[in-house]
Each structure stands twice: as structure tokens, then as C-alpha cells.
């Protein structure tokens, strides 16, 4: 239980940075702090489902899928922050800012 | 020329091949294109020639036909609601005679062209417009129904208002065209309706089916369907009161007004008339219209021709003068001489207008007060315009003196008052053709410009004119004859009055006081009386009041309602609307990118509410 709030508030934190921040780098680093809570909560469900199985092999069964799953959200946050992180030198090099209310060029 | 007569259709086909050969060859050579372009008259008048030589009127001819066909044959064109619409051909005495006069005034008026277009930048445009009006007119001729008459005669009107409107840079001319195309257009709308109507009735489209089905038919339904087809040939043969068209196609080159506006097209209202003769011996309130129809123009456009000051005009206004006659001929019945003066006038008229073109060319002016004096520096023109002027007067032996007076004597046998107004035709005749000849060809020169005699390729197309329109009177028995008609011999007593009332006119037309030249014209009373005649008796003017503003002012009306209130209105308000609804629904595209990830966060929530609370419910 400790382990869902803990999770949720990691998410909630990482969201109200990104509502939050002004700074790109800033919501990018809050971005990565968002996918922390759904990957702590995976590693947790983890090894809670190791230790309170009867059956050994079911279990780590469970436990593999749920850990492959986590080893995938560590992969696509890697991937975010670097394609995150290129975009970001694009954008500050041609409008030399890392402010996001200064990108509001695509107004309706 | 056997193979020629098998494939008629030919005469129709080929010209307006040379046409589009005219065309694309134009750019390279210009004398050649003239040449191709003449090929196609010289079919025609093969063709003409070749049926002449084997059709037979012995034995009696299936009417309409006047002799034997020396060529028959159809194809099917199309169907439609169970009716299989044939387009074929057909030519007797009658379409060969018409094909040699539509082939030598052609072949004559591309001849003369060549010298009177030099050097104008629409030559071949000109050349190939030529071609296809004597491909549209063999079409007119020869066709065997109702159908291939209607597609000839729109396509000659087609081609009329191409030629009037052949210089359209001058905005004078461009209205020309438009006001000759929608005033004939009057007529067609009847001849199109009496088409149908013949066609609902007789259940058949050809010539041979409607005339041998006209039994079926009440007299008043065939009344009314000559009635309509008569409309068609007013219009065409520009007779009152669809005749303001004529004098303003003038505008044209002076050889189209040959060969269109005089000799052919014109024509071509007598030529309906005469080909369906059978649907208007059936119904006399048709001939009766024909009749006041063709006297009043006769009178009428005499009148309006002795004050004119346009040399063109005037042959403008004798050519309704004289298609009047042969509506009056038509009238009383007479109709083989109604066509022998087709004939002859398709023969003088069209060397009057070339030799008013070869001095509109020589001159350089067509104000018949600028030109005087011509007979001496244009001695060629001036003889052969004698010749043309002698027989649209009707002196003897000339053509005109024997077709007017066959005209004249079959009026006043039929219907004396008409007879009357014709002969005060005649003198008029007699009037206005010697006070043009003595305006243009007597007296001192009035212009300021060098006079020069035209080249030969202008003069020689006259000269050769010249024969027919002197000779052709002597054929006037054989006309008739190849027609299956009776000739009839000159009554003395009418012709010589006809002659004398003609000098009579002549002379008055030599004397001074009503030349209207600069410093002679009728002033006062007469100066007001003859300015009202010069405008036509003001009926261009009426039209314009009667017809023409109340017509704009209906289009003026409709565009401002219907068009700029409820078609605008519904295009620029939907347009409108669409801006408005855009406007509302783009505020949310801000351009804050912390703005949109709320609402996606705050999207997200509402929709885990939506699938736990649904999820409650339906589980």
C-alpha cells in the first residue's frame, strides 16, 4: 500500500513540475520523474508477487512479465529524454530561449 | 460523276475538312490556304452540275420532290424514345440548281477575297470560316429531313455571326454579330417549334414522311405549322419584322455580305419555303402571311434604301426589298418563280456587292458622299456594276427583268393591291439604284484619297458575275422546266409598266434634289420626313424602347435580387458562418504547451472516472 502511495505521489510530483515549471529542461527533467512513479510501482508489484507466492515457478513467471514491462519503461524514458533533450538544443540554438511561454508561435 | 452523286454527302463533308486544312496550313502559306479553301465551292458546283445532268421530271415526282432524286441515301443517327432519328440526303432539281448558285457565288467570293483581305491578319481564320459556311449551306440543301435542314441552318447562322463579327476588335461589328444571331434567333424558336410539332403529328422527321403524312393532320395544326416554319424564313431572309438584323451585318468584310447577307444565306428562309411547298398549299393563312410579309419589306426597305448614305446599306436594304418579292411570290403561290428570282438576284446581287467592295477597295471610303466621279478611274467596276444595277432595276434583257416581272405579273393576277405596292416597289427600285450609281460613279471626285482600279483577282470574279446576272434571264424557261413547272411568258402589259415605272424612278433618281450630298440635302419639312425614313422609320429605335430596355431593365432586376441578394447571400453567409465557428474553436489552439498538457492531464482524469464509474454501473 505504502508502495501504490508512494508511486502515485512520484507521479503527481513529476505532473505538477510539469504544469509547474517554466523551464523546458526543467518539465523534461519533471517528465522523467513521472515515468519514475509507474516504474517503481511495476519493480514493486515485482517482488511483492516473488515473495508472497506459493508456487516458485508462477511466480516468477509474474514477476518476469512485470519487470520486463519496467525494463521497457527505463528504455522509452531513455528514449524521451535524448529525442526530448535534441529537440530542446533545436528550438534554444534558433530562438535562444528554454522558457516554453516564449514558443507560442502556433496560436489559432 | 456517278461516284460523286453515290456519296453526296461529300459536298457537305469536305468543306469542312478544307476547313480545318485551311487552319493549320494558314501559318504557312496564305495563297495555298485560299486555294484549298476554294476546292470546296468547286465540289459543290460538281455536285450541282452532276445532278442537274440525270435528274428527270417526266413521269410524276414523289412530293416534295421536284424531279427525280439524282442521289438518295441515310443514315441512322441516334435513337431516342423508340424513334430511330435518320440524317440523310436527297438531291432533286430544286437542291442541284441551289447547290450551283451557293457553288459559283462562293467560288467567286474566295476568288475575290484573295485580293480584297491582302494582307489581313485573320486570313486563314477568314478562309476557314468561308469553308464551313459552304459546307453548312450544301448541308441546308441537300438534306433529306427536317433535322439535317435545322443542324445546316443553325450552323449557317453559326458562321453568319462569326463573319459579321469577323473584325471584333471594332465594338460596332461585335454588335452587329450578336444583334444578327439573337434577332434570327426570334425565327428559329418557330421553326424549331413547327419542326417538333410537324414531327409529334406526322410521327415522321424526313421531308417525304411529313408531306405524305399530312392527312392526319387538321388544317388548322398544319395552319399553325407553317404558320411557325414561315416565322423560321422571316427570320432568316431578314423580312419585316425580323429584318433590323440585315442592314447592321454590313459590318462584316463586304465579300461575306456577298455571299452571306445577299446571294445564300438569306436566301435560304425562300429556299424552306419552297422545299416544303406541299405544308403551305395546305394552309393559305401561311401564304397570306408570306404575302403581307414580303410587301410590306419590298415597300418598305425601297423606301428606307433611297436615303442611305452607306453604299453597303443600301444593297442592304434592296436585299430585303427584293427577298420581299420573292416572299410575295410566295405568297400568291407562285413558287418556282419565286425561286427563278432567287436565282437571278443571288446572281446580281452578289456582283453588286463585290463591286461595292472593289470600290469600298479603290475609294477607301464606303459614304457614298465622299466617293463621285469613280467611273473614270475605276472603269472596270463601273461596268460591271451597270450591268448589276441594270438588272436589279429590271431592264430588259437583263436577269432581273425577267424574274421581278414573272414576280409582279403573278401578284397582280393573284391579289391587285399587292400588285400595286409592288410596282411602287419597282419604281423605287428603279429610284435608289441610280442615285447610288450616280453618287458613286458620276460627278466630280469628292474624296481626298487617290481612286485606283482594284487587281485582277477582285475584277475578274466580277466580270465573270456579270454573265449571269445580264444572261441568266434567258434560262428562265429552263428553270422552270427542270422544276416540273409550266413556263409561263412575259405578260407585255406588266412587264412594260414594270419597265416604265422603273425608268420613271431612275429619273427621278438622276435628278439633284434628293441626292443628299453635302450642301443639296432636303431640309425642312422633307429634310425631317427623310431623316425619319433614313433610320428605318425609326423602328430600330422602337425595338430598342419596346424590347431591348425593358429586357435589360428584367436582367438589371433579376441580377440585383436573385443573384446579389439570395445566391450571394447564401454563398457569402455560409462562408460567414464557417469564419465565425472557426474563430470560436481556434481559441483553444493557444500555443501554451503547459496549457495543453493540463487539459490532457485533466482529459485523463475524466476518462479513468468515466471508465471506473461506467465500469460500476454496467458491471
Given at each position: 500500500m505504502i508502495l501504490v502511495a508512494l508511486s502515485c505521489a512520484l507521479f503527481g510530483i513529476g505532473l505538477f513540475g510539469v504544469l509547474a515549471r517554466r523551464d523546458i529542461v526543467a518539465i523534461l527533467a519533471s517528465i522523467e520523474v513521472m515515468l519514475g512513479g509507474p516504474l517503481l510501482l511495476l519493480i514493486g508489484l515485482g517482488s511483492t508477487a516473488r515473495a508472497a507466492a506459493a508456487n516458485a515457478a508462477a511466480a516468477s513467471g509474474q514477476a518476469a512479465t512485470v519487470e520486463g514491462a519496467a525494463l521497457l519503461v527505463i528504455v522509452v524514458a531513455a528514449a524521451e529524454a535524448s529525442v526530448g533533450l535534441a529537440l530542446l538544443v533545436t528550438v534554444a540554438r534558433r530562438s535562444h530561449t528554454t522558457t516554453l511561454e516564449d514558443l507560442s508561435e502556433v496560436r489559432g | 460523276m456517278a461516284w460523286m452523286l453515290n456519296a453526296a454527302w461529300i459536298a457537305v463533308a469536305v468543306p469542312f475538312a478544307l476547313a480545318l486544312i485551311v487552319v493549320?496550313?494558314?501559318a504557312f502559306s496564305r495563297p495555298l490556304s485560299a486555294v484549298v479553301a476554294a476546292m470546296g465551292p468547286t465540289l459543290v458546283i460538281a455536285l450541282g452540275v452532276a445532278a442537274l445532268r440525270v435528274v428527270s421530271v417526266t413521269g410524276a415526282p414523289v412530293r416534295p420532290w421536284t424531279s427525280s432524286l439524282a442521289a438518295h441515301?441515310?443514315?441512322?443517327?441516334?435513337a431516342a424514345g423508340g424513334r430511330a432519328i435518320e440524317i440523310g440526303w436527297a438531291v432533286d432539281s430544286l437542291s442541284a440548281m441551289m447547290l450551283l448558285v451557293v457553288g459559283v457565288v462562293a467560288l467567286m467570293v474566295m476568288v475575290f477575297s484573295a485580293g480584297y483581305m491582302r494582307g489581313d491578319p485573320g486570313w486563314s481564320r477568314y478562309f476557314a470560316l468561308l469553308s464551313a459556311f459552304t459546307g453548312s449551306m450544301a448541308l441546308l440543301v441537300i438534306g433529306d429531313s427536317f433535322i439535317s435542314l435545322f443542324i445546316g441552318w443553325e450552323l449557317v447562322g453559326a458562321c453568319s455571326y462569326l463573319l459579321i463579327g469577323f473584325w471584333y476588335e471594332k465594338p460596332s461589328a461585335a454588335q452587329a454579330a450578336v444583334k444578327a444571331f439573337l434577332t434570327t434567333r426570334i425565327g428559329d424558336v418557330g421553326l424549331l417549334l413547327g419542326i417538333v410539332l410537324l414531327g409529334t403529328a406526322t410521327g415522321s422527321l424526313s421531308y417525304a414522311g411529313v408531306i405524305g403524312n399530312l392527312g392526319v393532320m387538321s388544317s388548322s395544326a398544319i395552319t399553325l405549322a407553317a404558320v411557325l416554319l414561315a416565322a423560321g424564313a422571316i427570320g432568316k431572309s431578314a423580312q419585316f419584322p425580323l429584318h433590323i438584323w440585315l442592314p447592321d451585318a454590313?459590318?462584316?468584310p463586304t465579300p461575306v455580305s456577298a455571299l452571306i447577307h445577299a446571294a445564300t444565306m438569306v436566301a435560304a428562309g425562300v429556299y424552306l419555303v419552297v422545299r416544303v411547298w406541299p405544308i403551305f398549299e395546305a394552309a393559305p393563312v401561311a401564304r397570306t402571311v408570306l404575302l403581307s410579309v414580303g410587301v410590306v419589306s419590298?415597300?418598305?426597305?425601297?423606301?428606307?434604301a433611297l436615303t442611305q448614305r452607306d453604299i453597303k446599306r443600301v444593297l442592304a436594304y434592296s436585299t430585303i426589298s427584293q427577298l420581299g418579292f420573292m416572299f410575295a411570290a410566295l405568297g400568291v403561290g407562285a413558287w418556282n418563280v419565286a425561286f427563278f428570282h432567287l436565282v437571278t438576284h443571288a446572281a446580281f446581287k452578289a456582283l453588286l456587292f463585290l463591286a461595292a467592295g472593289s470600290v469600298i477597295?479603290?475609294?477607301?471610303?464606303?459614304?457614298?458622299?465622299?466617293?463621285?466621279?469613280?467611273?473614270?478611274?475605276m472603269p472596270v467596276t463601273f461596268g460591271a456594276w451597270l450591268v448589276g444595277a441594270g438588272a436589279l432595276i429590271g431592264l430588259p434583257p437583263l436577269a432581273g427583268f425577267m424574274s421581278k416581272d414573272a414576280v409582279l405579273d403573278a401578284v397582280w393576277i393573284h391579289n391587285p393591291v399587292a400588285g400595286i405596292a409592288l410596282f411602287a416597289a419597282t419604281a423605287l427600285t428603279g429610284f435608289y439604284t441610280v442615285r447610288t450609281t450616280k453618287l458613286a460613279f458620276f460627278g466630280g471626285s469628292r474624296g481626298e484619297r487617290h481612286v485606283h482600279e482594284s487587281p485582277l483577282s477582285m475584277l475578274i470574279p466580277i466580270v465573270i458575275l456579270a454573265v449571269p446576272a445580264g444572261a441568266l434571264g434567258l434560262a428562265s424557261s429552263s428553270v422552270a422546266e427542270k422544276l416540273g413547272q409550266h413556263?409561263?411568258?412575259?405578260?407585255?402589259?406588266?412587264?412594260?409598266?414594270?419597265?416604265l415605272l422603273a425608268l420613271a424612278g431612275g429619273m427621278i433618281g438622276w435628278s439633284d434634289a434628293l441626292q443628299d450630298r453635302r450642301g443639296v440635302a432636303p431640309s425642312g419639312t422633307a429634310g425631317r420626313v427623310w431623316?425619319?425614313?433614313?433610320?428605318?422609320?425609326?423602328y430600330d429605335a422602337a425595338i430598342e424602347k419596346l424590347v431591348v430596355a425593358p429586357t435589360v431593365a428584367a436582367c438589371r432586376a433579376t441580377w440585383a435580387i436573385v443573384d446579389r441578394f439570395v445566391i450571394d447571400g447564401a454563398v457569402e453567409g455560409s462562408g460567414l458562418?464557417?469564419?465565425w465557428l472557426g474563430g470560436l474553436v481556434s481559441r483553444a489552439q493557444s500555443g501554451d504547451g503547459q496549457g495543453y498538457a493540463a487539459f490532457t492531464a485533466l482529459g485523463m482524469v475524466v476518462l479513468l472516472a468515466t471508465l471506473v464509474l461506467v465500469g460500476r454501473w454496467v458491471g
Open positions: - | 493549320a496550313i494558314g441515301g441515310s443514315a441512322d443517327w441516334f454590313m459590318e462584316g419590298a415597300l418598305g426597305a425601297a423606301l428606307i477597295h479603290g475609294s477607301g471610303t464606303q459614304d457614298l458622299r465622299e466617293m463621285g466621279g469613280l467611273r473614270t478611274s413556263p409561263v411568258g412575259l405578260s407585255v402589259p406588266v412587264s412594260g409598266i414594270a419597265a431623316g425619319l425614313i433614313r433610320t428605318g422609320f425609326g458562418a464557417t469564419k
